[in-house]
């Protein structure tokens, strides 16, 4: 399973449809470690130089590759496989193989299963290329460089290209110089020619492409559970003794998340008490951490909010601590100006509000993907944000145009007009008459017939929005809109979306 587009934010200034590239710096130079599908449709591919990128296309939208999160996801991609078959590895930058000998009849067959995993895959959004071949070194090599699907594996393997060999640069260049272009060209030669004069790596190659030779799967190594434990030979009651416990535990977990590169996101504290009875507290953070003092207040703060007070009763004689959720965390030098300061108080605030209140108290509102106001911002909860997205910004020395407060839904409203396609004269709301003095608009927005089933067709895409903007004659300013144009709908209705402060 190959994967040939990764993801990353794009930047904050750049529209949505520029070309993305994500960049590493190689011996001193910036080039182009993995780009996407709009980009690579561009000419650009990885490593390529940037200055070269830029001067085909001025207008990219550059991005730092972060290799370390790129090997965290591939692995978290390979462990969602271990459903399909026992024996799955990664292949850092960007594959995954399956062992699925012995699995596909549980599938419905390997046509079935390679399907299933497709489509799982796809929805998320994922643009993915499947292969299945008698080795792992052949499956790869025609998800990379094969059209798919695969009819024959035998002609397809000997028409793939010297690329598929997957040997150092060095080593390919001299193949070609030779006149030998595909892996066909090579397994026609003797094998004592090809390894006496382009060594023994081409022939080991060779014969896993065409299976003569396997190679084995090293399995996807099963990391140990991040679980911490205390056990007692007398039931403990007394809080200091617990709290001690608690911040010894959250210290072991600290060095083992140290070890392994990792931050705790989501932290799970059982207390058992001598009687059977479980207590369990769970808090989460807002970005991954292993410092003991936060999370100790953020279960400071859990269990101050607790409607019923912990009761040791006769004492716990066992303290068992979970880190559920872990993330990758680098460590990160401080900058001289404090920037960094400032975010994390405004984090540290977060996971304490979201902990006392609970996770979806508090919310914070992202921008979404759509021209339809109402649909324009999301609410996620505030602790689950990775970060905050900047939103775009209005254009300097201009009036809003739009409120800050929609009407969700938006109110109904009764409306006089001029001309039947033409802004509001007056219009009535709350059983208020209001007559406008000034307009603004229409802004004209289309539905998203894209979104619909059918939509393609005419009259099927849903109505169009007219906004207007209006000021009535005691200065107040309204959001109104006609849905519908009189072509789409005979009576079209007016509503009022907003105020403007």
């Known amino acids: 399973m190959h994967a040939p587009e990764r993801f990353a934010p794009s930047s904050d200034d750049a529209p949505p449809d ?104 796809v929805g998320t959004g994922m643009t993915v290329r499947i292969a299945c071949a008698d080795t792992a070194e052949a499956a790869l090599a025609l998800a990379c460089h094969a059209p798919l699907p695969v009819r024959d594996e035998y002609d397809a393997i000997r028409a793939l290209p010297i690329a598929a060999l997957g040997l150092e640069p060095d080593g390919s260049t ?65 809080r200091s003794a617990i709290a001690n416990c608690f911040l010894e535990l959250l210290r072991e977990a600290a060095q083992v998340l140290e070890e392994r590169g990792l931050g705790g996101r989501a932290f799970l504290l059982v207390l058992e008490r001598s009687d059977g009875a479980r207590q369990r507290l769970e808090i989460e953070t807002g970005r991954p951490t292993r410092d003991p003092a936060p999370v100790l207040r953020l279960f400071d703060e859990r269990i101050a909010a ?77 602790i689950r944000v990775r970060a905050p997205v900047r939103w775009p910004a209005p254009p300097p020395d201009e009036p809003p145009m739009r409120p800050l407060f929609l009407f969700d839904p938006p109110q109904p409203i009764e409306v006089i007009a001029e001309v039947p396609d033409g802004p509001p004269h007056r219009f009535r709301w709350r059983r208020k008459l209001h007559e406008v003095r000034l307009y603004e608009g229409p802004e004209r927005i289309a539905a998203e017939w894209w979104r619909r089933k059918g939509g393609e067709h005419p009259g099927k895409g849903g109505m169009t929005r007219d906004y207007y903007r209006v000021e009535d004659v005691r200065g107040r300013r309204y959001w109104v809109f006609r849905h519908g144009l009189y072509e789409e709908k005979p009576d079209p209705r007016w509503y009022l979306h907003g105020l403007f402060a």
């Not at 990128?53 to 991609?77: C, F, G, Q, S, Y």
């Open 174 to 238: 001299a193949l070609r110089r030779a006149g030998l272009r595909t892996v066909g060209d090579v397994a026609a030669r003797p094998a004592a020619s090809i390894a006496a004069r382009f060594g023994a790596e081409a022939i080991i190659a060779l014969r896993r492409l065409t299976g003569e030779e396997q190679a084995p799967i090293p399995a996807l190594s099963q990391p140990e559970p991040l679980r911490f434990q205390r056990r007692f030979a007398e039931p403990v009651s007394h």
């Open 306 to 382: 607790l409607a019923d007070p912990l009761d040791p009763g006769f004492g716990y004689d066992r303290i068992v601590l979970h880190v559920g959720v872990t993330e990758p965390l680098a460590p990160a030098q401080p900058a001289l100006d404090g920037e960094e300061r400032a975010g994390a108080a405004l984090c540290d605030l977060v996971d304490r509000l979201s902990t006392r209140l609970g996770a979806d108290a508090l919310q914070r509102l992202e921008p979404g993907d759509s021209h339809i106001p109402e649909q324009a911002q999301l609410a996620f909860p505030a």
């Open 18 to 121: 520029t070309p993305l590239v994500l960049v590493t710096k190689v011996k001193g130079a910036l080039r182009l470690a993995a780009v996407d599908a709009r980009a690579r449709a561009l000419g650009l591919a990885p490593g390529l130089g940037l200055a070269d990128a830029r001067a085909r296309h001025p207008d990219l939208a550059i991005a730092k590759w972060n290799e370390e999160a790129d090997r965290h996801w591939l692995d978290r991609l390979a462990r969602r496989c271990i459903g399909w078959s026992p024996l799955v590895t990664a292949m850092p930058p960007d594959a995954i193989v399956l062992d699925i000998a012995g699995a596909g009849h549980l599938f419905g067959g390997e046509t079935r299963l390679a399907t299933q995993a497709e489509e799982t895959f």
